[in-house]
């Protein structure tokens, strides 16, 4: 399996998304997901960090956080996420970075964490993985161990974490296993009681939808920047929404 590695990364990089012929306009094309976002656990210590006027965000993943040429940095869900967070938080100074590495298992990203942690200082880890464990078909609870360990040495850092799942592909959606690791996450997630951002399953609804279309591949990365800006957005909605403090309940039935 892991010799079949680099043609299943080339299969799945490759699918630049395309709009399909009728899409609907800009961020709106983003909101068709919106529903997908779910704010079931809050982030109390981002909530502290933008009490303070600066928060610090490390973004820890694969290949897919990335996009290529010379503006893929700055156009990138990263640098989006960065983007649009200082337009929803005034006032508030916003500093995303990032550790993207390509062909990481979720295990090598652990080794890494301690000296990132320890250099950004982040209130909030996002952390995209389950990719490459599902190229390499690493055994499920040896992923959930590493999943594990990444929370923990996360909380000890002092900051909370998200966790991001793998992109949709339909080129490879029947030779990866990425729906079982997707699964897993949302477990583990549950279990510490930790923000999930279902990638997978906003993709797959776009796809279905007609709203991007994953099958057309192109030399044109506009569109590849469109998903990432849709990314962006839908996780600024999800880090906002997880500071809000709980709604009371209505009284008598209202």
């Given at each position: 399996?892991?010799?079949?590695?680099?043609?299943?990364?080339?299969?799945?990089?490759?699918?630049?998304?395309?709009?399909?012929?009728?899409?609907?306009?800009?961020?709106a094309?983003?909101?068709?997901?919106?529903?997908?976002?779910?704010?079931?656990?809050?982030?109390?210590?981002?909530?502290?960090?933008?009490?303070?006027?600066?928060?610090?965000?490390?973004?820890?993943?694969?290949?897919?956080?990335?996009?290529?040429?010379?503006?893929?940095?700055?156009?990138?869900?990263?640098?989006?996420?960065?983007?649009?967070?200082?337009?929803?938080?005034p006032?508030?100074?916003?500093?995303?970075?990032?550790?993207?590495?390509?062909?990481?298992?979720a295990?090598?990203?652990?080794?890494?964490?301690?000296?990132?942690?320890?250099?950004?200082k982040?209130?909030?880890?996002?952390?995209?993985?389950?990719?490459?464990?599902?190229?390499?078909?690493?055994?499920?609870?040896?992923?959930?161990?590493?999943?594990?360990?990444?929370?923990?040495?996360?909380?000890?850092?002092?900051?909370?974490?998200?966790?991001?799942?793998?992109?949709?592909?339909?080129?490879?959606?029947?030779?990866?296993?990425?729906g079982?690791?997707?699964?897993?996450?949302?477990?583990?997630?549950?279990?510490?009681?930790?923000?999930?951002?279902?990638?997978?399953?906003?993709?797959?609804?776009?796809?279905?939808?007609?709203?991007?279309?994953?099958?057309?591949?192109?030399?044109?990365?506009?569109?590849?920047?469109?998903?990432?800006?849709?990314?962006?957005?839908?996780?600024?909605d999800?880090?906002?929404?997880?500071?809000?403090?709980e709604?009371?309940?209505?009284?008598?039935?209202?």
């Amino acid at each position: 399996m892991i010799k079949r590695l680099p043609l299943l990364l080339a299969l799945l990089v490759p699918a630049v998304p395309v709009l399909a012929d009728q899409p609907a306009d800009g961020p709106a094309a983003c909101r068709v997901a919106q529903h997908q976002v779910e704010n079931n656990f809050k982030l109390s210590r981002v909530a502290r960090a933008i009490a303070g006027k600066h928060l610090d965000i490390l973004v820890l993943g694969a290949g897919s956080s990335s996009l290529p040429g010379s503006d893929g940095a700055k156009n990138s869900y990263p640098a989006r996420l960065q983007a649009v967070l200082e337009e929803m938080l005034p006032g508030v100074t916003v500093k995303v970075t990032t550790d993207v590495k390509a062909r990481r298992t979720a295990a090598e990203m652990v080794q890494g964490l301690p000296a990132d942690l320890a250099a950004a200082k982040p209130a909030l880890v996002i952390w995209q993985t389950g990719t490459v464990d599902a190229m390499q078909s690493v055994d499920p609870d040896q992923f959930n161990r590493a999943l594990d360990m990444g929370i923990s040495a996360t909380r000890a850092a002092g900051a909370d974490i998200v966790l991001v799942n793998s992109q949709y592909s339909p080129r490879t959606d029947s030779m990866i296993a990425l729906g079982t690791y997707a699964d897993n996450m949302r477990w583990v997630a549950v279990q510490h009681e930790i923000p999930l951002f279902d990638r997978f399953s906003i993709m797959k609804l776009w796809a279905d939808l007609g709203t991007f279309d994953f099958y057309a591949a192109t030399k044109k990365f506009d569109m590849a920047e469109k998903v990432h800006d849709c990314i962006g957005r839908l996780l600024a909605d999800l880090v906002i929404g997880a500071t809000k403090p709980e709604e009371p309940p209505a009284i008598g039935g209202q």
